[in-house]
C-alpha cells in the first residue's frame, strides 16, 4: 500500500513537469521502457540488493538512461528516484504515471478477449459501445482465448463484462430454471 502511493507521488511530480501532452506521452513510453529494464531479474535483484551501494546504483541508472538515450527529464527523474532508494519503485511509478496519463488524456484501457480474432466491423461496434460506458477514448488490448466459445469478455475500469457465449447459455439456463 505504501508503495503505491510512493508510486503515485512520483508519477504526479513527473506529470506536473510539463503542459505539453505530447511530451508526457514520450515521457511515459520512455518509464515504460525503462521500467521494463529495471524489472529484468538479474537487473532487479542487484538494485535491490543492500550490499549494492547507492552510488553504484545511481552510476548504474545513469548509464542505463544515457544507453535508451532517454530525454533530460526523464534521466533527471530517474536520477532522483535512485538517490532516494526507490528504483525498485519504477515498474509501479510507470503504471501510476500511465494511469494518471490516461485520465488526464480522457481515456481508458479494455482488454477484449475473443475466441478467435474478430473482424473490424465487430471490433469497433464492440470499442463505441465501450466508449459510451466509460465516456472516454477506449484503448484495446485483443486476447484470443481458444477455450471460449464464442462472445466477448471485457475487463475495462476494474469492471467485468461477459458477453461470451458460455456465461449466455449459463444465463438462459438459470432462467429456464428458475
Not at 545513469?62 to 526507490?86: C, M, N, Q, Y
Not at 510507470?94 to 485520465?103: I, K
Amino acid at each position: 500500500m505504501r508503495s503505491s502511493r510512493v508510486a503515485k507521488r512520483y508519477a504526479r511530480a513527473l506529470l506536473g513537469l510539463s503542459n505539453d501532452r505530447r511530451q508526457l506521452e514520450t515521457w511515459g513510453a520512455e518509464l515504460e521502457r525503462l521500467a521494463r529494464i529495471i524489472g529484468a531479474p538479474e537487473i532487479e535483484t542487484a538494485f535491490a540488493s543492500p550490499e549494492v551501494p547507492i552510488g553504484a546504483k545511481i552510476r548504474a541508472i545513469a548509464t542505463i538512461t544515457d544507453k535508451l538515450e532517454l530525454s533530460f527529464p526523464v534521466r533527471s527523474f530517474t536520477s532522483v528516484v535512485a538517490r532516494h532508494g526507490r528504483t525498485a519503485e519504477l515498474r509501479a511509478v510507470a503504471e501510476a504515471y500511465s494511469r494518471m496519463l490516461d485520465d488526464l488524456m480522457g481515456r481508458a484501457r479494455a482488454t477484449l478477449v475473443f475466441a478467435t480474432p474478430p473482424n473490424d466491423a465487430d471490433l469497433k461496434r464492440i470499442i463505441d459501445k465501450l466508449e459510451q460506458i466509460a465516456r472516454r477514448k477506449i484503448i484495446p488490448t485483443i486476447k484470443i482465448d481458444q477455450h471460449l466459445l464464442g462472445g466477448v469478455i471485457v475487463e475495462l475500469e476494474g469492471k467485468t463484462y461477459d458477453g461470451s457465449l458460455a456465461n449466455r447459455l449459463a444465463e438462459a439456463q438459470r432462467r429456464l430454471a428458475g
